[in-house]
C-alpha cells in the first residue's frame, strides 16, 4: 500500500459545473476525512466517515457538497453548481479509530473555478 | 470550542541558523493530541509529530525538537542549524481524545531558509 491517493490532483473547471473528487485511503485504515485549504489558511474539517458511514459533517459543507463511501473504501466528493469560493485545495485523510497509527494525508486535489 | 494559534505567519532565516515555530492551542479535554506536519509548494502534507496530552517530554529527531509545555498550552517545533530543504508551510494541529479524533489546524507557518 502506498499510502493515500487523490485524483485528480488538478481540475479546472467553470463555475456552475459539477464536479467529483476520489479518494483512496490506506487499505486497513477505517476512518476516512475530508478536509479543504484555502490560500493562507490550515485545512478545515469537511466531513469524516467510519467505514462506510459519514458520521459528522462541518456547517462549512453546504447542500451543494456530497460525500460518499459506498463499500468502506474509496470515497468520493461531489461539488454541484460549483462557485469561485469553492476554488481551494481538498484533502483526503485516512486513519485506524484511536489514532493509534498514523493519520495519512493525500496529496489533495487543487481546484480552480473559472 | 478547539482553537490552534500560529502566530508566526512568516519567518526567513539564513542557512544554518536555529528558528522556533510557536503553537498554542486552546482545548477543554483532558485527553487530546497534538500534531506538526510539513507542507512543500506541491501541497501534500507531511507527518512529523503526534504527541498525547499525558506525555510532556520533549522529543528530538535529529535537527527537529519539540518542546510541549502544558502549563502555557504550546507546543513549540524547533529546528536546528537550518537547511534550504526546510522551507515550507509547517502546520500544528489540534485533535480530541475521543470521537471524530478530527484535527483542528493552525494557519501555518511559512518558512524560508535562505543560502
Known amino acids: 500500500d502506498t499510502g493515500v491517493s487523490q485524483n485528480p490532483r488538478h481540475k479546472i473547471t467553470k463555475r456552475g459545473q459539477n464536479v467529483t473528487f476520489r479518494c483512496d485511503p490506506i487499505s486497513e485504515h477505517n476512518r476516512l476525512y475530508w478536509y479543504r485549504q484555502t490560500l493562507g489558511q490550515g485545512p478545515e474539517f469537511l466531513t469524516y466517515?467510519?467505514?462506510?458511514?459519514?458520521?459528522?459533517k462541518s456547517r462549512l459543507l453546504s447542500d451543494r457538497f456530497s460525500a460518499e463511501r459506498p463499500k468502506g473504501s474509496f470515497s468520493t466528493l461531489e461539488i454541484q453548481r460549483t462557485e469561485q469560493g469553492d476554488s481551494a485545495m481538498y484533502l483526503c485523510?485516512?486513519?485506524?479509530?484511536?489514532?493509534?497509527?498514523?493519520?495519512?494525508f493525500g496529496s489533495g486535489t487543487r481546484l480552480t473555478v473559472v | 470550542a478547539q482553537k490552534v494559534t500560529q502566530a508566526q505567519t512568516e519567518i526567513s532565516v539564513v542557512e544554518k541558523e536555529d528558528v522556533t515555530l510557536d503553537c498554542v492551542y486552546e482545548t477543554r479535554d483532558t485527553t487530546y493530541y497534538l500534531f506538526w506536519y510539513k507542507q512543500p509548494p506541491s501541497g501534500e502534507l507531511v507527518f512529523l509529530i503526534r504527541r498525547n496530552s499525558f506525555d510532556e517530554q520533549n522529543e528530538i529527531s535529529g535537527r527537529y525538537s519539540w518542546n510541549f509545555q502544558k502549563s502555557t498550552s504550546s507546543f513549540n517545533f524547533t529546528i536546528t542549524a537550518s537547511q534550504v530543504v526546510d522551507s515550507a508551510v509547517y502546520l500544528c494541529?489540534?485533535?480530541?481524545?475521543?470521537?471524530?479524533?478530527?484535527?483542528?489546524f493552525g494557519k501555518g507557518t511559512k518558512l524560508t531558509v535562505n543560502p
Open positions: 466517515f467510519q467505514n462506510e458511514a459519514q458520521l459528522e
Open positions: 485523510a485516512s486513519s485506524l479509530a484511536g489514532l493509534g497509527e498514523g493519520y495519512t
Open positions: 494541529a489540534l485533535s480530541e481524545g475521543g470521537g471524530s479524533e478530527k484535527l483542528v
